[in-house]
């Protein structure tokens, strides 16, 4: 049986994290007074923490000063720990976990590819980072998604080419940096969002086993 690399995105396919980064985003905007919605929130994701301050800054018409803007991003990130800190094994999404323990009953490799700073802290919050061969987190790169650095250094610790590695993604920017380095993309989410995905499902109830499979031996 032939042995390929199952790299994962976190936030949003293993995990949902983004309701703690708005809830953070939220608390931070209302406490200098402005109003922050679910549909601003979706234009966060896969935003860096700079970015996404700035634009919360302009959509309330608020300028604030460099050290001030430092102070208001750590506030931020504190919050969001806060909210992470207190994560158990019942967040994991429905499914993630029998598609790890099949791909680990059958001897492939599985490592996580993800920006986020805190993925380490959060697959130990929810007992899955013994599942992780490889771990490639947002300290590890230095060029966000779309870029394919993240994949590419997961399938080189892994020791598995490029081509022989498969990722599940909830954004564009995952689904176009899986692309970029040539490898299968599966896209997690709504197929109108991530139709670039060499394969879409709207969640992991709807990945079988015999797809995994196919995946496999492909």
Same mark, same amino acid.
Request: aromatic share 8%.
């Given at each position: 049986?032939?042995?390929?690399?199952?790299?994962?995105?976190?936030?949003?396919?293993?995990?949902?994290?983004?309701?703690?980064?708005? $809830?953070?985003?939220?608390? $931070?905007?209302?406490?200098? %007074? +402005?109003?922050?919605?679910?549909? @601003?929130?979706? @234009?966060? #994701?896969?935003?860096?923490?700079?970015?996404? $301050?700035?634009? +919360?800054?302009?959509? %309330? &018409?608020?300028?604030?000063?460099?050290?001030?803007?430092?102070? $208001?991003?750590?506030?931020?990130?504190?919050?969001?720990?806060?909210?992470?800190?207190?994560?158990?094994?019942?967040?994991?999404?429905?499914?993630?976990?029998?598609?790890?323990?099949?791909?680990?009953? *059958? &001897? !492939?490799?599985?490592?996580?590819?993800?920006?986020? *700073? /805190?993925?380490?802290?959060?697959?130990?919050?929810?007992?899955?980072?013994?599942?992780?061969?490889?771990?490639?987190? %947002? &300290?590890?790169?230095?060029?966000?998604?779309?870029?394919?650095?993240?994949?590419?250094?997961?399938?080189?610790?892994? #020791?598995? *080419?490029? *081509?022989?590695?498969?990722? =599940?993604?909830?954004?564009?920017?995952?689904? !176009?940096?899986?692309?970029?380095? /040539?490898?299968?993309?599966?896209?997690?989410?709504?197929?109108?969002?991530?139709?670039?995905?060499?394969?879409?499902?709207?969640?992991?109830?709807? +990945?079988?086993?015999? =797809?995994?499979?196919?995946?496999?031996?492909?």
């Amino acid at each position: 049986m032939s042995k390929k690399g199952f790299i994962f995105d976190l936030d949003g396919v293993i995990v949902d994290t983004a309701k703690y980064h708005f $809830l953070a985003w939220k608390k $931070l905007a209302n406490e200098i %007074g +402005i109003d922050f919605s679910i549909e @601003q929130n979706e @234009q966060l #994701k896969g935003v860096s923490r700079v970015k996404s $301050l700035e634009k +919360i800054l302009a959509w %309330g &018409n608020k300028e604030v000063s460099q050290d001030k803007f430092m102070e $208001l991003m750590a506030k931020k990130n504190t919050d969001y720990l806060d909210f992470i800190a207190s994560m158990k094994e019942d967040e994991i999404l429905p499914d993630v976990p029998k598609v790890l323990n099949h791909l680990i009953d *059958k &001897n !492939q490799a599985i490592a996580l590819g993800s920006a986020s *700073k /805190n993925a380490r802290n959060i697959l130990r919050k929810v007992n899955l980072i013994e599942q992780f061969e490889v771990i490639v987190d %947002g &300290n590890d790169v230095t060029k966000a998604k779309p870029d394919p650095e993240v994949f590419l250094n997961a399938a080189n610790s892994l #020791k598995i *080419k490029a *081509k022989d590695c498969i990722v =599940f993604e909830d954004s564009v920017a995952g689904v !176009q940096a899986a692309n970029k380095a /040539n490898m299968v993309s599966i896209g997690i989410g709504e197929k109108d969002v991530l139709h670039e995905a060499s394969y879409v499902f709207k969640d992991f109830t709807e +990945i079988s086993v015999a =797809f995994i499979e196919k995946l496999i031996n492909e």
